[in-house]
């Protein structure tokens, strides 16, 4: 026999000139059988079987067969034994192989492990998916639905995970759990800042609504997205409360046709059938103007008082209308003798 160094740098014996059958045993063996033995896609055993800290493995030409109590004895090769190898063999969280490489969508392969799943495609290459985010693609469809086949691993982001696909990005925070965010909206969430701007982790899926149109929501607002509007986001504060007073989408302004942008003195949203605007002085106003609008009243039309102007069932008085003035507007918010 020789000697292997592997990629640990310890030392140990190898095939060499032996026999198969001296070096691959048990049921390393078997499945070394399953596969064609040396004429199959692992070639010739390279190395006897060797202790791993929880079961045991044979290394071949092409690949290697890991074997363990709890999940029975599999091959690992080519992409995928070198993703494994980057997460740290076994005894990295993928831990050991549960079943052999099998043939699935668009060309592609998928390998189970203990703790998640391996795809490949030619498009996307090799990565896993595992815990939250494996529970989400199944739901999905997994590589048939509509994100396709994963295109990284999980990357960390401000607070939680991200992990991209083909059709989509998956998200993940401790307060959001794991959510998709694709199409029309993925674009708006990167015009947004994605997790860092003013919408955060998303907190759905994307939810149908009012007119054929959907809206997802978000730990800082909402997105919302209909075939006459295209996709806008609103992000939590008084323009969205107050949205939210007409009855949102199916309501009466309909679907918004901006997000919020400055005008002077304030803030302002547009939507199918009017706006809201907002300024500290006023607070947030559905169809209503933030801006004073220097108006004279009505030739003979006064009101001595509040009392006066409900009397004459004229209470409240807008700014603009006969009997407005200033003296009856105690607030200041352009509505007087509204209480």
């Given at each position: 026999?020789s000697l292997?160094?592997?990629?640990?740098?310890?030392?140990?014996?190898?095939?060499?000139?032996?026999?198969?059958?001296?070096?691959?045993?048990?049921?390393?063996?078997?499945?070394?059988?399953?596969?064609?033995?040396?004429?199959?896609?692992?070639?010739?055993?390279?190395?006897?079987?060797?202790?791993?800290?929880?079961?045991?493995?044979?290394?071949?030409?092409?690949?290697?067969?890991?074997?363990?109590?709890?999940?029975?004895?599999?091959?690992?090769?080519?992409?995928?034994?070198?993703?494994?190898?980057?997460?740290?063999?076994?005894?990295?969280?993928?831990?050991?192989?549960?079943?052999?490489?099998?043939?699935?969508?668009?060309?592609?392969?998928?390998?189970?492990?203990?703790?998640?799943?391996?795809?490949?495609?030619?498009s996307s290459?090799?990565?896993?998916?595992?815990?939250?985010?494996?529970?989400?693609?199944?739901?999905?469809?997994?590589?048939?639905?509509?994100?396709?086949?994963?295109?990284?691993?999980?990357?960390?982001?401000?607070?939680?995970?991200?992990?991209?696909?083909?059709?989509?990005?998956?998200?993940?925070?401790?307060?959001?759990?794991?959510?998709?965010?694709?199409?029309?909206?993925?674009?708006?969430?990167?015009?947004?800042?994605?997790?860092?701007?003013?919408?955060?982790?998303?907190?759905?899926?994307?939810?149908?609504?009012?007119?054929?149109?959907?809206?997802?929501?978000?730990?800082?607002?909402?997105?919302?997205?209909?075939?006459?509007?295209?996709?806008?986001?609103?992000?939590?504060?008084?323009?969205?409360?107050?949205?939210?007073?007409?009855?949102?989408?199916?309501?009466?302004?309909?679907?918004?046709?901006?997000?919020?942008?400055?005008?002077?003195?304030?803030?302002?949203?547009?939507?199918?059938?009017?706006?809201?605007?907002?300024?500290?002085?006023?607070?947030?106003?559905?169809?209503?103007?933030?801006?004073?609008?220097?108006?004279?009243?009505?030739?003979?039309?006064?009101?001595?008082?509040c009392d006066?102007?409900?009397?004459?069932?004229?209470?409240?008085?807008?700014?603009?209308?006969?009997?407005?003035?200033?003296?009856?507007?105690?607030?200041?918010?352009?509505?007087?003798?509204?209480?």
């Amino acid at each position: 026999m020789s000697l292997l160094v592997l990629g640990g740098g310890s030392s140990v014996a190898t095939a060499g000139t032996a026999a198969a059958d001296d070096c691959v045993k048990g049921a390393i063996a078997g499945r070394y059988a399953q596969l064609g033995g040396a004429g199959g896609k692992l070639g010739a055993p390279t190395s006897c079987e060797l202790p791993t800290s929880s079961g045991r493995f044979t290394t071949f030409e092409h690949g290697a067969v890991y074997w363990s109590p709890a999940s029975g004895a599999w091959d690992v090769s080519g992409s995928f034994r070198d993703l494994w190898a980057s997460t740290g063999w076994e005894n990295g969280f993928l831990r050991y192989p549960t079943s052999g490489e099998n043939p699935i969508a668009a060309g592609g392969v998928h390998q189970n492990y203990q703790g998640g799943t391996l795809y490949w495609s030619p498009s996307s290459g090799a990565h896993s998916v595992s815990g939250a985010f494996l529970q989400l693609y199944a739901s999905t469809g997994y590589e048939n639905g509509f994100l396709g086949y994963p295109l990284t691993q999980e990357n960390p982001a401000r607070g939680g995970m991200y992990q991209r696909f083909q059709g989509g990005v998956a998200y993940w925070s401790p307060s959001t759990g794991a959510h998709t965010v694709s199409g029309s909206f993925l674009e708006l969430y990167g015009r947004l800042g994605f997790e860092d701007g003013c919408l955060g982790f998303p907190a759905t899926q994307e939810l149908p609504s009012a007119g054929g149109g959907v809206y997802q929501r978000f730990q800082g607002g909402v997105a919302y997205w209909s075939p006459a509007t295209g996709a806008h986001a609103l992000c939590n504060g008084p323009i969205l409360d107050a949205y939210g007073t007409t009855g949102w989408e199916g309501g009466s302004l309909g679907y918004p046709t901006s997000e919020e942008h400055a005008i002077a003195g304030g803030r302002r949203v547009d939507f199918q059938r009017g706006f809201v605007e907002w300024s500290a002085g006023t607070g947030a106003r559905v169809n209503g103007s933030i801006a004073a609008v220097p108006t004279t009243p009505a030739p003979g039309v006064h009101y001595a008082n509040c009392d006066a102007a409900r009397a004459a069932g004229a209470a409240p008085v807008h700014r603009g209308e006969p009997g407005y003035r200033a003296a009856l507007d105690r607030d200041g918010d352009g509505i007087a003798c509204e209480s």
